[in-house]
């Protein structure tokens, strides 16, 4: 099949039109086939700053796709008997707790894997990068739940920052190093980090781009301390081992690394996610750090990245021995999805579909809509408001268990917001509602509206913030100053 050149010739082709559309500096492509890599590449540039070009050795944030490899992980636990998929979390790590006492003792190692915490995404817990993983499982019991246990699937990057928890407790060793040790070296894996300082330290590394409006901006390496849940680095050249990994149903050289069993709970569709606005697809489902679906007809499984700049996509078709990985340095994009389309179309045999023509003309709706709802976005905004007090009053510290400490100062004649890793001025919205700054380029909870609420003294006393949509706004209260700790000199009568 991979012997028809004119048909990798219009797959080289797709590579450059849509990365010209939707504006991609960089990508690398990797293409498996009945058990062989038949393309490896590297196109564009790594930072669009510079000309350095991707090769298939330029390391990229794997984000999410991260998670197969910690299910797997876990996997291996299993096979050697140390876990059971449906063991408690609170057996491996007594202190974790949940908000709901019941979730707490009943939440199951498998119920984090196809993430059916009953939590919502909370993302911002751990987004501003400034806490390890010790420091953000006590603020678990901290989160409000969105839903029961196991009533539905719920994304949680948290919840696989649990998981590797409990690959380091019963393995005794760190997940980086676990990880190392059991998959990524009998694989050959060798050009992978586990920080974004590994990333911003390598010497082939691509750099991440945003978009704001229709350009494409360079923007800041940002921390994923949700290790477990998304923070690997890999080439494509490495991450290709992984997709035929999973082809191989766990064997590496013809020795069976991760039982046949276990590879296939992780490509079991445990939890039903959502239908996909493409008919191709249908329902999506969740295994263990595995999407499955299935595409045209065909059963696929694999899985998606996204984080400030960089997409990614890996996905296998074991009907037809193949695996596709692309790796981008601009987030987000369907680029990694139609090239993904457009090598299945080949190897299946079908009639291709034009995944280009159906696409670029949403991209280009989606940006004429992203201008006009912010263009409209002061018809929501009550005007001639004030705010119901003296600026003065409220400056000052609020405090939330999981979020953190939100500071209220004057600057400039106006407020001024520090919260963990974010700070700047605050744009009065109206009536006692001030807005974030708009830093698309950043990872920045951009124009968050902070609702200033008072006691019935009429004293300014909590902030109440839409940090996770699923759930009641977040509350902060306002902290007691702390006592001065300098002895007063004056001499006592």
């Known amino acids: 099949m991979w012997s028809d050149l004119e048909k990798l010739e219009n ?90 006492a019941l979730a707490t003792e009943r939440l199951t190692v498998r119920d984090l894997l196809c993430h059916r915490s009953g939590l919502p995404r909370h993302d911002w817990v751990h987004m501003p990068g400034d806490l390890d993983g010790a420091q953000m499982l006590p603020l678990l019991r901290h989160l409000a739940p969105s839903r029961e246990l196991r009533d539905t699937f719920q994304y949680s990057n948290l919840g696989y920052m649990v998981a590797g928890m409990v690959t380091e407790r019963l393995s005794g060793q760190s997940w980086e190093a676990f990880t190392t040790e059991r998959l990524l070296a009998p694989l050959g894996m060798q050009n992978v980090g586990f920080t974004i300082e590994a990333l911003a330290a390598a010497d082939d590394a691509a750099r991440p781009h945003a978009m704001v409006g229709n350009e494409c901006t360079p923007s800041p390496l940002w921390p994923i301390r949700t290790t477990a849940g998304g923070g690997m680095n890999v080439s494509v050249t490495d991450i290709a081992k992984w997709a035929r990994f999973l082809l191989d149903e766990g064997k590496v050289n013809g020795q069976q690394l991760l039982s046949v069993k276990s590879l296939r709970e992780m490509c079991t569709p445990h939890v039903h996610m959502a239908r996909s606005e493409q008919p191709e697809i249908g329902d999506s489902h969740y295994g263990f750090g595995l999407f499955c679906e299935n595409y045209r007809g065909d059963r696929t499984y694999g899985h998606s990245g996204s984080w400030l700049g960089l997409g990614t996509l890996m996905t296998v078709m074991p009907q037809h021995r193949t695996g596709v990985v692309v790796l981008t340095n601009r987030a987000p994009s369907v680029v990694t999805s139609m090239l993904t389309y457009a090598v299945f179309d080949q190897v299946s045999g079908r009639e291709p579909i034009d995944w280009f023509a159906r696409l670029m003309p949403k991209r280009r709706e989606f940006i004429a809509q992203q201008h006009k709802e912010r263009s409209t976005r002061e018809d929501k905004r009550r005007t001639g408001t004030q705010p119901s007090h003296a600026l003065d009053d409220y400056t000052g510290h609020y405090d939330h268990p999981a979020y953190g400490r939100i500071e209220i100062s004057r600057e400039a004649g106006g407020l001024a917001w520090r919260w963990r890793t974010c700070s700047g001025p605050l744009a009065h919205w109206h009536y006692d509602v001030f807005t974030t700054p708009y830093r698309p380029t950043e990872f920045h909870p951009d124009e968050l509206a902070l609702s200033f609420l008072y006691d019935r003294e009429g004293r300014i006393d909590r902030i109440a913030a839409p940090f996770e949509p699923a759930v009641p706004d977040i509350v902060f209260q306002r902290a007691e100053p702390t006592p001065d700790p300098t002895p007063d000199p004056t001499p006592k009568a």
């Not at 590579?15 to 990508?27: C, D, F, N, R």
């Not at 540039?45 to 984000?63: I, K, N, S, Y």
């Not at 490899?69 to 059971?84: K, P, Y």
């Open 11 to 100: 797959l080289e082709n797709l590579v450059q039109a849509s990365m010209q559309e939707w504006k991609i500096p960089g990508l690398a492509l990797a293409v498996i086939h009945d058990g062989e890599v038949v393309l490896q590449k590297g196109y564009g540039v790594r930072d669009m700053r510079g000309a350095d070009p991707v090769t298939a050795d330029t390391q990229f944030l794997l984000c999410s796709i991260t998670k197969s490899f910690t299910a797997a992980g876990l996997g291996l636990l299993v096979d050697e008997g140390r876990l059971e998929w449906n063991r408690p979390v609170r057996d491996v790590i007594p202190e974790f707790r949940l908000h709901d």
